[in-house]
């Protein structure tokens, strides 16, 4: 790992090929990269148009990085692409972010003293259970999917403890939830997942209803015949989750609140529209300027985790989860510009209602002046998750007694004298 590691820090930093190295090494280059990423071609036409590519993406590379921006560009999976076959085989079709109204609404603005009340940074992942492993939507505009499941994947673990939370279905997302103004490997939006899910009466797991990459088949989803328990507990071999209030959907570019849920509630699910400059992303803060940011534009769907300031370039940035592999960017996640809206990411805000009840559910505290990159901030949060626990085993505690109870007391009467010696 650590050998393939420096090769593509090393490839990263290769300029024109023609210009700047032999055509031995720029074969030495590409057979590395190949290697890596396990890359095979049905024929030497097209491998050799995949070898075009790669040198193309090592020239914007390097012109990239030479700029000093905010962010860094290296060479990934994607790299023996062209823009046009990226962004056919990884994104979703534009989609139209409207609002899912239900019992909760959208958020007001938050207040000064709500946002001054908040923790500097804030990173999910250093909560151990909660976010999920990183994913890979192979070539299938599914997107969408997998920021839901995600996100639903951690908020069933801030509701029932980690130990309930299973990998959940994106493909009977996929095949069942089109009613909902989705459309498959073409696109769709978290908000209408969790409402297809509110009215399917529940999603099922990965292990009962795994990915394929395709959406050409027809539904196999049957709540009753999946008999979840009630009141509804998380099965790992039937329905993951129910979400009974449906989506909850924060004010269109309204970044405090995105912030805000985030510190508070947990992980939110976003949109933004991805461009070809983005394909590249190694780490910093991605900012652009070829995008844009309407309401309108977006074509991918991802997992808001947390928040912070980098340090070396100054910008505020959201922290994402993506569904393109560990391979991608900073082994899965990428940052963006906080307060600009970039590329729309304040356009398409929703999180999943575990609860129905019309009440917000605050699930960590929020340290005035702390940065939470540890358990350190998470105490009251800890505390919740480890409620169930200590109620379970003081069920357990209690049935041991009472089965000891019983057993003395058959001793007993079977033979009061030998219990009296052991007793003694």
Known sequence: MVRAACMLASLALIA??????????????????????????????????????????????????????????????????TNEDFMQKKLMAKQVCSATHNALGSRPQMSAAKMAALPTNFDWREVPGVISEVKNQGHC???WAFSSTGCLEAHVALKYGSWHRSLLSEQQLLECAQNFNTQGCAGGL???AFEYIRHAGG???ELNYQYTE???????????????????????????????????????????????????????????????????????VYTSTKCKNGNMDVNHAVLAVGYGTDPESGLDYFLVKNSWDYTFGLEGYFKIEAYKNMCGIADCM????????????????????????????????????GVVAIAFGTVLAAGSALVLMRRTKRMAAQDPAGMSLQQA
């Open 16 to 81: 024109n090929a023609n210009e700047l190295f032999s055509d031995a090494e720029v074969h030495t280059a590409w057979d590395a990269w190949k290697r890596r990423f396990n890359k095979m071609y049905k024929s030497d036409g097209e491998e050799n148009q995949g070898q075009q590519n790669f040198m193309a993406s090592m020239q914007r590379i390097l012109d990239h990085n030479s700029l000093g921006s905010s962010w860094t560009k290296g060479l990934n999976q994607f790299s023996d692409l």
């Open 141 to 143: 505009g599914s997107c």
């Open 190 to 192: 978290p908000s209408h």
């Open 203 to 205: 999603l099922d797991t």
């Open 214 to 284: 395709t959406d050409d088949e027809a539904c196999k989803f049957n709540a009753s015949e999946r008999s979840p328990p009630t009141p509804f507990l998380p099965r790992s071999a039937g329905i993951g989750v129910q979400v009974p209030g449906g989506s909850v959907n924060l004010t269109v570019g309204d970044e405090d609140a995105l912030k805000y849920h985030l510190a508070t509630t947990g992980p939110v699910s976003i949109a933004y529209q991805a461009t070809d400059d983005f394909r590249d992303y190694q780490g910093g």
């Open 350 to 385: 929703s999180y999943p209602d575990l609860y129905g009840d019309g009440k917000i559910h605050v699930v960590a505290a929020a340290k005035q002046g702390k940065s939470c990159g540890g358990l350190a901030c998470h105490s009251e949060l800890m505390a919740i998750l």
